[in-house]
């Protein structure tokens, strides 16, 4: 078959595909590619050809070659959901291109702003037409395929009692099964689709048929993620199984579905999924500060002469993030409550406002709190520099209040009142009641949080790290970010950090003995694809895509964890930041890098021992 060479549409970071946190993507179910990690926010046509494909979302386009080629790029991760905003699209489906033009336009800090990864797929779709693929980007090049003989793809097996009309049009069929198998009508509350995937939010997901519909033809694939049954069905042909789908029902114009996902979760998955939406935009300059700190500390242990200046320069970097650390949770939690994040910002500075005394120069004796008479009660007025909770819970409040205000607040004078009632209200609450109550709440909480890491022997980091990655399967793990920086705020350390990196390790060790012990090359190579984003910090692709499927590769990846947490919580091994495991939290650890590899090596070693031993593939 022909070999093809193309060049990357996107200019940043050639990366391979198996490092796109996406398993519908990492796993190559879509066709075979690269990725652009950091992407400029311009693509352009790599090919001469016709675009077959754009949604009304403008994250992705689809082009067909004038070689035969079918292209798919889609900008980021879940950007769907964007409904196109930050997208600019400079051409529309039908037209035809050439090479080097221009296609779409996106703004990527303000993408993940919002949340959302830009990281950028683009796959051949049909590759099983072609040989050898590489995508080239500047020196860097990545090719996949053409290494071994193609063998006839088996066909699809039939699922069982299929009693749909084999004569139907393909997508009807497949729509009609996909009915059959998910439950039916009564099972299925909303329905929309991205370029690749029929996405569906469900009643009851124990009713569904699994492996039926991933044994119906044309369906390449299904998971669960992000409370959404996600069906693959590749670009085009999922268009028209979703127009077949929702016709002649209810579901037509069901698009909120980021609602109904949330509406479907457990309080503590909302709990857990509003925190992330909180603290997941501030974690980038928490993990800078992070990387700051460990150089000045590997600088410093290694002897490095440093004048007064110099080092008063590296704290500018490393404590100014944490001084002002509720501006920045205000800000973010006023966006993520629909009021105005610059009051955010305001009201978080209000409570780091240099009138008031300085909350580490009260913890050190150098500062007492201010005492205001309210009705006769003695209240202590103090600085929140370095707190979560206030900030936290006074961002919700004041969201809720400027709504209220405009309620009722005529539309001509709503821009001068509406804020000044907003920021006078909230800062006396929360100076008075909100700052005092949260703050003594917040240090009760994770006083107790920090005892339970610093148990004797290990105890706290070998129950941590044997039960962290059940909690990301369950998509609760969000509520340790308001731990982590509260951490980082008051110690300046994150042992959280140094214990779940071993659990996280320990999922792509078992991963990849599974790979190890699989003969088929093929799948062999899938689940090493699924396994390298774990030694990245990433568990997702190995957790569902291997370790689920099988049980044990899963549990013997939780007893690794728990090893190498338990190894963390012994040695007192912090990291001097969040956010970054496995190889690029090394840079978190430069000062203590030997323990660190140890907690990898105990944590690897383990799964990947026990794995490799006990769990047999045919089984």
């Known amino acids: 078959m022909q070999d093809i060479r193309l060049d990357s549409p996107l200019r940043g970071r050639l990366i391979p595909l198996s490092e796109v946190t996406d398993p519908a993507f990492a796993s190559g179910a879509m066709g075979r590619g690269a990725a652009i990690a950091d992407p400029e926010g311009r693509v352009v046509s790599p090919v001469d050809g016709e675009v077959t494909v754009l949604f009304g979302s403008k994250h992705a386009i689809g082009i067909h ?21 930050h997208f600019t699209a400079h051409v529309a489906q039908g037209d035809t291109v050439k090479r080097g033009q221009l296609l779409l336009e ?11 990864e830009t990281t950028t797929p683009v796959l051949v779709t049909n590759a099983a037409d072609f040989g050898k693929i590489t995508f080239a980007l500047g020196d860097a090049e990545i090719s996949s395929g053409g290494d071994e003989p193609a063998e006839e793809a088996p066909a699809a097996e039939a699922p069982a009692d299929d009693d749909i009309d084999p004569n139907l049009p393909k997508e009807e069929r497949v729509a009609k099964l996909i009915w059959k198998y998910v439950g039916g009508t009564g099972n299925v509350r909303s329905a929309e689709h991205c370029a690749t995937r029929l996405r569906l939010i469900v009643n009851d997901k124990s009713i569904i ?18 409370a959404q049954y996600q069906i693959i069905l590749g670009t085009g042909f999922v268009d028209k199984v979703f127009d077949a789908f929702v016709a002649g029902t209810n579901l037509v114009g069901a698009v909120n579905s980021k609602q109904e996902a949330y509406d479907q979760m457990t309080p503590l998955q909302k709990v857990s999924r509003t925190l992330g939406d909180v603290f997941v935009p501030i974690i980038p300059v928490l993990v800078a500060t992070g990387l700051f700190m460990g150089l000045r500390g590997a600088a410093q242990s290694l002897g490095v002469e440093m004048s007064e200046n110099l080092i008063r320069m590296s704290q500018i970097l490393t404590d100014t993030a944490f001084a002002f650390l509720p501006a ?21 500075l209000m409570l780091v406002a240099p009138q008031l005394p300085n909350a580490y120069a009260i913890a050190a004796g150098d500062a007492v709190p201010l ?16 707190s979560v909770l206030p900030a936290l819970v006074l961002g919700i409040f004041a969201a809720r209040l400027q709504k209220w205000f405009k309620t009722f607040v005529p539309d ?27 703050h003594t709440l917040e240090i009760g909480i994770f006083g107790a949080v920090r005892a339970f890491l610093e148990l004797p022997y290990g105890i706290g980091g070998f129950i941590v790290g044997g039960v962290h990655q059940v909690i990301v399967v369950f998509g609760v793990h969000h509520v340790f970010n308001a731990l982590e920086v509260q951490l980082l705020a008051s110690t300046g350390l994150d042992p959280f950090n140094a214990i779940i990196t071993g659990a996280i390790v320990a999922q792509g060790g078992a991963a990849v003995a599974v790979a190890a012990r699989t003969h088929d090359a093929k799948k062999r190579a899938l689940y090493i694809s699924s396994a390298v984003p774990a030694f990245l910090g990433i568990t997702e692709p190995a957790i569902f895509g291997i370790n689920l499927r099988f049980m044990k590769p899963f549990i013997y990846g939780l007893v ?60």
């Open 65 to 85: 070659s004038a070689d035969g080629v079918d292209l798919l790029i889609h900008v980021g991760v879940d950007t769907v959901k964007l409904e196109g905003k």
């Open 106 to 116: 996106f703004d990527p800090e303000a993408i993940r702003a919002e949340g959302y």
């Open 209 to 226: 048929d699994e492996k039926a519909i991933e044994n119906i033809d044309g369906v390449k694939g299904q998971f669960f993620a992000a």
């Open 328 to 348: 920045l949770v205000c800000w973010s939690t006023m966006n993520r409550f629909g009021g105005t994040p610059v009051i955010g910002i305001v009201l978080g």
């Open 371 to 386: 005492s205001m008479d309210i009705l006769g009660i003695p209240i202590p007025v103090v600085g929140y520099q370095g």
């Open 412 to 438: 001509i004078i709503d821009l001068i009142v509406t804020p000044f009632l907003t920021l006078f209200v909230s800062m006396l609450l929360g100076l008075l009641i909100i700052g005092p109550i949260m």
């Open 560 to 619: 690794g964890g728990a090893c190498a947490g338990a190894i963390a919580g012994f040695l007192h091994l912090a990291g001097t930041g969040m956010g970054i495991t496995v190889l690029p939290g090394t840079l978190l650890y430069l000062d203590h890098l030997a323990e660190y590899v140890l907690v990898n090596a105990v944590g690897f070693g383990v799964a990947f021992g026990l794995t490799f031993t006990f769990f047999r593939p045919e089984e």
